[in-house]
């Protein structure tokens, strides 16, 4: 296995929180829909009503805002009030709106290993909020490069790498997705360390690799990064 | 003047029909509510509603969805039905879902420059809805490099020839904002061409410059392209 030269970090939920404030919002969808429908419902629909809109609407906010609307209006018959959309919409601009907060250890992992590597972001979803996001962290001079993309899989991680001029055995991606950051990697000859969030969106859900193959590493906290790729840097040596 | 190296094209409205969808859905939204709103008014508002939005929900077709809901609550005081709200979900579904309309001439200029420059698309908006727009336009595979960014500044153009190792004496762009296409890349020292479309979006407008800089041309139909840069080349011989 060859030394690591290029370390990927996911942007949603590795650098900074992102499903919380979704875990937050669709608090709020509950206890508005409350006087209309049950619960279960509620939340069965409204991941229905995302996956079916996921192939015009792709991922984000506005898209999340679109199926709420959608799905209130769905399970109420049209009996929704108007002014209840409006706060649909509020909710929304709340997300878009809201400071960006990173995850505990991210800027001691950034001063632990901006020197020995070449550090970037990949990330996915929304292009303006995620730029948006990436501008109001106050980390983007970490990293040589950010690239925001709609889909995170091999095909796109290839792209990436061929840009950059890096061999997928210097690659490593970081991310808490293993559906969107670590097997799309390992496929590719890559490596990657699975970094769990309290939360996994349910369209992100994927099993864990049942053989470990070689590349693939799990951590609990970020901040165990540093120490990890001195384990695997120092085999590798 | 150098000779052009590098040719970048603008998508929606220059190599596709965009703006035409928004106009006629434009023309549906106004029809909902003349029941219960004077056409200016309609017109303006959703203007206004968009300009204040555009700082949370950048460039596209959800974001101009959820300005058209929020507009009609607001017009109608909450009476609008839900009904009709499901009717301004629906209208952007379609807007996504549509088939992708080139403009015509496209396949005969990018036929006649292909092999002589570089070319590349520099589009605007929704990352998802512009990659699946670039999927289906059946034209991805002419164009060198495509890169779809959330805003088109001084900045962004710079940073774009700066990846593709350009100089900007040697690029020149073609679209139809002058706002976008034209001025920021004049201002870099690159050289544009500008092809009006039949409608400009509010946001868009900007006048022309009122003493023509160098390097900045403008025709009246795509199809003349070739034909303008055997001139610009030829003065550069």
């Known amino acids: 296995m060859s030394t690591i030269r290029t370390i990927a970090f996911d942007g949603d939920d590795t650098l900074w929180h992102s499903e919380s404030y979704f875990e937050a919002t669709h608090a709020q969808f509950r206890a508005l829909l409350a006087p209309h429908v049950a619960g279960e419902v509620i939340d069965r629909t409204l991941i229905e009503t995302e996956s079916r809109n996921l192939r015009l609407f792709g991922y984000g906010v506005k898209g ?4 709420m609307i959608e799905t209130a209006i769905e399970l109420t018959e049209g009996r929704i009030p108007a002014a209840d959309i409006r706060t649909l919409l509020d909710f929304g601009k709340t997300m ?4 960006v907060e990173l995850i505990d250890g991210v800027i001691g992992v950034l001063d632990a290993l ?15 909020h995620q730029e ?5 962290s106050g980390i983007a001079e970490r990293f040589d490069r950010i690239e925001i993309v709609a889909e995170k899989d091999e095909a796109t991680y290839r792209r990436i790498l061929s840009r950059v001029s890096e061999a997928p055995d210097r690659f ?7 559906r969107s950051d670590i097997l799309p990697v390992l496929d590719l000859g890559g490596q990657a360390v699975h ?8 369209h992100e ?3 864990e690799p049942r053989h470990k ?3 693939f590493y799990a951590i609990g906290d970020i901040a165990e990064l540093p120490g990890l790729l001195a384990l695997i840097d120092g085999a590798a040596a």
Do not use: C, Q
Request: aromatic share 10%; net charge positive.
């Open 64 to 67: 999340y805002v679109l199926s």
């Open 96 to 99: 878009l709106d809201h400071p």
């Open 114 to 128: 901006g020197d020995r590597y070449r550090l970037m972001v990949i990330t996915k979803g929304d292009l303006f």
């Open 132 to 136: 948006t996001k990436v501008a109001r």
């Open 172 to 178: 490593l991606m970081v991310g808490n997705s293993m």
């Open 195 to 202: 970094v769990p969030y309290r939360i996994t969106w349910a």
């Open 205 to 207: 859900e994927a099993a």
């Open 213 to 215: 193959p070689p590349g």
